[in-house]
Structures are given as structure tokens and as C-alpha cells.
């Protein structure tokens, strides 16, 4: 993905789950930046968790190279796998929060 390139925005129907295998990203909500994500991050997991849709634009920093996995293949990893799932849950609640989304948006 190049530099400037928006991978996706705010408001847009969530389908995949992504992986950082090198590049810089950053996350923003209403045009304000509120996270940057690098080489090893993740992102995706709370609007697929929580059937909403994206609560932040994210865009390339720098040219950066992603992995990206459908949701449905997501919710079947996650499926056979509790601890996994808490884990998923657990990030996704803290990306809400710190997107200042409520919690209670996840059902």
C-alpha cells in the first residue's frame, strides 16, 4: 500500500481483519488522529466483533505491506477458541474505548 492511501474510512461497512507486516498506519476518528500502528499491529477486530461498522479512517503513513483476513474466516478462527476469543474482546473493548466509542456498542 503506498503512502497517503486510505485503506478505509469511518462509517464504511467492516469486512476484513488486518495485520501489519511492515509500514506505519495511523487510525483516525472525526479527521483527529488517535493511533498509530506499526509492523506486528492489528487492527479490524471490534466493528467484526461487534457487527459495526468502521469506527476510524486509516490510512498509510509510509509505503506499507498488510495482511488481511475476511471476516468470516475471522469469526471462524475465533469460533473453536476461547481463550482467543477473550483476547479479541479484550483488545476490541480497548480500541473502542480509546476511539471513544462506547463499549455497549459491542453486542
Do not use: N
Not at 477458541?81 to 476511539?99: C, F, K, N, Q, S
Amino acid at each position: 500500500m503506498r503512502s497517503g492511501h486510505t485503506l478505509f474510512r469511518q462509517g464504511e461497512r467492516a469486512d476484513h481483519f488486518f495485520v501489519i507486516e511492515s509500514g506505519e498506519l495511523e487510525a483516525l476518528v472525526d479527521g483527529k488522529v488517535i493511533l498509530r500502528l506499526g509492523a506486528g499491529d492489528h487492527f479490524g477486530e471490534a466493528c467484526l466483533l461487534g457487527g459495526m461498522r468502521r469506527i476510524a479512517t486509516v490510512r498509510a503513513c509510509e509505503p506499507s505491506v498488510l495482511w488481511e483476513l475476511d471476516g468470516k474466516a475471522f469469526g471462524d478462527a475465533l469460533h473453536g477458541d476461547a481463550a482467543m476469543r477473550e483476547i479479541a474482546y479484550g483488545v476490541a473493548r480497548t480500541r473502542l474505548m480509546h476511539a471513544g466509542a462506547s463499549e455497549s456498542l459491542m453486542v
